[in-house]
């Protein structure tokens, strides 16, 4: 149904594609994968009109097409959902859905508020949005607004879909009601190509695959023929190390040393509800659940984004209430967050900026800055977290993803962090970055710092946590050591079932 052949796209002297090709059928869910700056998303935005390419053939149904912009896209039958949103924040989903194609009464005067909003309500349930039709879309969550992002492209009533790490932010139930809705339209003839970095959706919802690495398409495969370790090699040329987990004793020892945090029956409006845990040095403390159970609130309350009601926060041994990000900052916790462009990254300031941005924002504003003293610390935390950067006066905009990300870690190293607060930080991240985050955090417990890191992907927690505790409703749901955690497990206790006391009872 498409082929694409020689496909280029070139920014100054970098090849974002060079000769890529793909091929896909209808009826066919087909991942487009590779490591963040493969060109992945450059192809999506060619193929959805937002890039000019330099060179290639795009076929449709064995007809050649030229798509110069977005109408071009749709009008040739296809349809894209990015990871950075298309949607208008200050328009409801009604409008976002039909913008641009609103019904209209007779005389092309007023929009037929009724026809929008029995459309906006059909992809509402469809994709069972918790929102209403006149819902503004900047009042979303994220994962609520990745979803309304789906159902805009899905209205159209396309021959071709194309999602675009739209799941990078959806939590496991939505991402699972996604996938039943794809399985239906791709049994109706939909051809559907999924960029993922999630290794557990591409075997659970695709057929094949075309793997891109450094612009060019590596090969195309059926993904039953493969597993995991193929995928990485492919995207990467390296195979990946094994990785072990923790050990039971290791964890042990990790508990009897001090209580870096203390969380003592916090609540925090309708949103964290009682939530009592502690964080001993040099631990990796995960914190699981479905969207909206509390998660970020609860970290944000810890680090001073937002006030707590009641409850108490020990750090380090005395009581704090961090009226701001500034204060616990000093008192040596960070916060990298996985919406950096919401909240971290500074898309057209340096890299050097971004960097130095909390440490600047901490100094005295008529206070010197020693430029030359800036340039060499941001060199050293580029070496050291491997960021692929042209020169430290480009722009953060000039990076993939993953390297953003690093940008964020680099930003708190330049403090002495005894905890560190996580929120979804890889999410959107290739493989081989995150394993390189992965690794960052184990490097940080090693020298006695703490991590407290929620993930949407429990996978992700099972692999890097000593213990997990899982939210519900605003409240801890059950609490799990290195040795008991198990994928069934989590699920279960995400899903509100007391695992803790089926464990106890079976003991």
Same mark, same amino acid.
């Given at each position: 149904?498409?082929?694409?052949?020689?496909?280029?796209?070139?920014?100054?002297?970098?090849?974002?594609?060079?000769?890529?090709?793909?091929?896909?059928?209808?009826?066919?869910?087909?991942?487009?994968?590779?490591?963040?700056?493969?060109?992945?998303?450059?192809?999506?935005?060619?193929?959805?009109?937002?890039?000019? &390419?330099?060179?290639?053939?795009?076929?449709?149904?064995?007809?050649?097409?030229?798509?110069?912009?977005?109408?071009?896209?749709?009008?040739?039958?296809?349809?894209?959902?990015?990871?950075?949103?298309?949607?208008? %924040?200050?328009? =409801?989903?009604?409008?976002?859905?039909? $913008?641009?194609? !609103? %019904?209209?009464?007779?005389?092309?005067?007023?929009?037929?508020?009724?026809?929008?909003?029995?459309?906006?309500?059909?992809?509402? !349930?469809?994709?069972?949005?918790?929102?209403? %039709?006149?819902? $503004?879309?900047?009042?979303?969550?994220?994962?609520?607004?990745?979803?309304?992002?789906?159902?805009?492209? #899905?209205?159209?009533?396309?021959?071709?879909?194309?999602?675009?790490?739209?799941?990078?932010?959806?939590?496991?139930?939505?991402?699972?009601?996604?996938?039943?809705?794809?399985?239906?339209?791709?049994?109706?003839?939909?051809?559907?190509?999924?960029?993922?970095?999630?290794?557990?959706?591409?075997?659970?919802?695709?057929?094949?695959?075309?793997?891109?690495?450094?612009?060019? =398409?590596?090969?195309?495969?059926?993904?039953?023929?493969?597993?995991?370790?193929?995928?990485?090699?492919?995207?990467?040329?390296?195979?990946?190390?094994?990785?072990?987990?923790?050990?039971?004793?290791?964890?042990?020892? &990790?508990?009897?040393?001090?209580?870096?945090?203390?969380?003592?029956? #916090?609540?925090?409006?309708?949103?964290?509800?009682?939530?009592?845990?502690?964080?001993?040095?040099?631990?990796?403390?995960?914190?699981?659940?479905?969207?909206?159970?509390?998660?970020?609130?609860?970290?944000?309350?810890?680090?001073?984004?937002?006030?707590?009601?009641?409850?108490?926060?020990?750090?380090?041994?005395?009581?704090?209430?961090?009226?701001? %990000?500034?204060?616990?900052?000093?008192?040596?916790?960070?916060?990298?967050?996985?919406?950096?462009?919401?909240?971290?990254?500074?898309?057209?300031?340096?890299?050097?900026?971004?960097?130095?941005?909390?440490?600047?924002?901490?100094?005295?504003?008529?206070?010197?800055?020693?430029?030359?003293?800036?340039?060499?610390?941001?060199? !050293?935390?580029?070496?050291?977290?491997?960021? &692929?950067?042209?020169?430290?006066?480009?722009?953060?905009?000039?990076?993939?993803?993953?390297?953003?990300? &690093?940008?964020?870690?680099?930003?708190?190293? $330049?403090?002495?962090?005894?905890?560190?607060?996580?929120?979804?930080?890889?999410?959107?991240?290739?493989?081989?970055?995150?394993?390189?985050?992965?690794?960052? #955090?184990?490097?940080?417990?090693?020298?006695?710092?703490?991590?407290?890191?929620?993930?949407?992907?429990?996978?992700?927690?099972?692999?890097?946590?000593?213990?997990?505790?899982?939210?519900?409703?605003?409240?801890?749901?059950?609490?799990?050591?290195?040795?008991?955690?198990?994928?069934? #497990?989590?699920?279960?206790?995400?899903?509100?079932?007391?695992?803790?006391?089926?464990?106890?009872?079976?003991?």
């Amino acid at each position: 149904m498409l082929q694409i052949k020689g496909l280029n796209k070139q920014f100054g002297n970098v090849k974002a594609l060079n000769n890529a090709y793909l091929n896909l059928r209808a009826g066919e869910i087909r991942g487009l994968l590779g490591s963040n700056g493969s060109g992945k998303s450059t192809m999506a935005k060619v193929l959805g009109g937002l890039m000019f &390419k330099n060179a290639g053939d795009i076929s449709i149904n064995g007809e050649t097409v030229e798509i110069g912009s977005p109408l071009d896209s749709r009008e040739r039958g296809i349809a894209v959902a990015y990871q950075d949103l298309s949607l208008v %924040p200050q328009f =409801t989903i009604e409008d976002n859905l039909t $913008l641009g194609r !609103e %019904p209209r009464t007779s005389g092309w005067k007023r929009i037929e508020r009724k026809q929008t909003r029995e459309e906006a309500t059909k992809w509402i !349930e469809k994709l069972q949005i918790n929102a209403a %039709p006149h819902t $503004l879309v900047e009042s979303l969550d994220p994962s609520t607004a990745s979803l309304v992002e789906v159902a805009k492209a #899905l209205s159209w009533n396309p021959k071709i879909l194309l999602l675009d790490e739209v799941t990078a932010c959806l939590h496991h139930d939505q991402v699972n009601r996604l996938f039943e809705v794809l399985r239906e339209l791709k049994e109706q003839g939909l051809a559907i190509i999924i960029i993922t970095h999630r290794f557990d959706e591409i075997f659970k919802i695709c057929d094949s695959a075309t793997i891109l690495r450094n612009g060019e =398409t590596v090969t195309e495969i059926d993904i039953k023929d493969v597993v995991e370790t193929d995928l990485v090699y492919y995207m990467t040329g390296k195979r990946p190390e094994p990785f072990s987990r923790k050990s039971t004793e290791e964890h042990a020892k &990790k508990t009897e040393r001090e209580v870096v945090l203390s969380v003592s029956d #916090l609540y925090l409006r309708d949103k964290v509800k009682g939530v009592s845990i502690d964080v001993h040095q040099g631990e990796i403390l995960g914190i699981c659940g479905l969207q909206g159970q509390g998660q970020s609130d609860f970290l944000r309350a810890v680090y001073g984004s937002v006030a707590f009601d009641k409850g108490t926060i020990t750090y380090q041994g005395k009581s704090v209430a961090f009226r701001s %990000p500034k204060d616990a900052i000093r008192q040596g916790i960070g916060f990298i967050s996985g919406d950096r462009h919401a909240e971290g990254i500074f898309p057209d300031r340096t890299i050097k900026e971004n960097i130095f941005i909390s440490k600047t924002s901490l100094r005295n504003l008529f206070s010197s800055v020693n430029t030359k003293k800036q340039a060499a610390t941001t060199e !050293e935390v580029v070496q050291r977290l491997n960021v &692929k950067i042209g020169s430290i006066d480009h722009s953060a905009s000039s990076l993939s993803g993953g390297n953003q990300q &690093k940008l964020l870690f680099g930003r708190n190293f $330049l403090f002495d962090l005894k905890l560190v607060l996580l929120d979804d930080p890889t999410k959107g991240v290739d493989i081989s970055s995150r394993r390189e985050i992965h690794q960052i #955090l184990r490097d940080l417990t090693k020298t006695g710092t703490s991590v407290l890191i929620s993930s949407s992907d429990h996978e992700e927690l099972l692999e890097i946590s000593d213990r997990i505790v899982v939210f519900y409703e605003g409240r801890v749901n059950a609490e799990m050591t290195v040795d008991e955690h198990t994928e069934d #497990l989590l699920i279960s206790a995400m899903l509100g079932v007391r695992v803790n006391d089926h464990q106890e009872a079976g003991a």
